[in-house]
């Protein structure tokens, strides 16, 4: 459609026919501005290029303005939103792919620290409310919060994007950070790992040691065991671990490896004994700790095939 032809119609026309629209040509910067209107005016997320003073109105009003870093005029640029310093059309498409990427891992991070905080309330009031000892004292809490949950969440905001990320629609501008999915799925993430927890202090306690300080270094161990296998869990929320690749997040395996050896030593150096308020363990103890600790990893990688399944089953043939 030729800029004549953009004036013989009125916006709501254009807003109806500009779908079917694929070049404009001899357009002005009046032109272009109401090209971007009746796009949005369609509900459509609109980009719009440029690099003279002529597009600089459309470019204010698309929702993201993308200006020419080297043929682009100070006013193009001064009216975008993101400049191309190379001029190539390509980096728009990486921006986005980089964008998307960030976006998904903070979800992750988000995901895991919020999953991992709802399991420690859900321990301490089902503690309170089976009249049970605290299962974990103040200063576990508080290292448990500092060290085993801060690195693994760090290492999540570095997971590497996923291959297919450029093949997803678009997400809406108004959609949550936290989808209702997402939400009750870390319900039940950290309902389950509260659940084991409390169910290995009570054998402790009651069945294994009857001692409270063994009881509760035990606890403390799987809850910090627990809570590193599940980092591997908040990579993806549908796609296995294997599918993943284990050593494609470099840096997670390091600091889950970090976080377990800091645990460790711990548990297994005596100075610090009084100041965390633990006590040396048994081989049986360890091998419970981390039997126990690698189950959410286990019923999530399990979890996932099943609904797997279970979509390739209703799938259409």
Not at 97 to 104: D, H, M
Not at 294 to 304: D, G, N, Q, S
Request: hydrophobic fraction near 50%; aromatic fraction near 8%; glycine fraction near 6%.
């Amino acid at each position: 459609m030729s800029g004549a032809d953009l004036d013989h119609l009125n916006d709501d026309e254009l807003a109806q026919q500009v779908e079917r629209i694929a070049v404009y040509a001899r357009v002005s910067a009046e032109h272009k501005l109401r090209v971007v209107r009746a796009w949005k005016k369609q509900g459509a997320v609109v980009a719009m290029t440029g690099d003279g003073v002529n597009d600089a109105p459309a470019i204010k009003a698309a929702d993201i303005g993308v200006a020419m870093g080297i043929t682009g005029t100070d006013v193009t640029k001064e009216a975008s939103d993101m400049v191309v310093t190379d001029d190539n059309f390509a980096s728009i498409a990486a921006a986005v792919e980089e964008g998307r990427g960030i976006y998904e891992n903070i979800q992750k991070s988000i995901h895991f620290l919020l999953s991992i905080n709802i399991s420690l309330i859900i321990l301490m009031l089902l503690a309170t409310l089976l009249d049970l000892p605290l299962p974990l004292l103040p200063v576990q809490i508080l290292w448990i919060n500092l060290v085993t949950n801060g690195l693994p969440a760090l290492a999540l905001a570095m997971d590497p994007k996923d291959p297919d990320l450029m093949r997803r629609p678009p997400r809406s501008p108004n959609e949550r950070i936290l989808q209702p999915s997402g939400i009750r799925l870390m319900f039940g993430q950290g309902l389950f790992i509260a659940l084991i927890t409390i169910t290995v202090f009570v054998f402790c306690l009651y069945g294994m040691d009857q001692n409270i300080d063994r009881a509760r270094t035990l606890t403390f161990t799987v809850v910090v065991l627990s809570q590193l296998f599940h980092a591997f869990n908040c990579r993806s929320d549908n796609r296995s671990l294997f599918a993943i690749g284990l050593l494609t997040n470099k840096p997670l395996l390091w600091t889950v490896g970090v976080s377990a050896g800091l645990q460790a030593m711990i548990v297994l150096f005596q100075p610090v004994h009084s100041i965390f308020k633990v006590v040396p363990f048994d081989p049986e103890h360890w091998l419970l700790a981390f039997g126990v600790g690698i189950l959410p990893l286990v019923t999530m990688e399990l979890w996932k095939a099943a609904r797997k399944g279970a979509e390739s089953y209703s799938a259409p043939l």
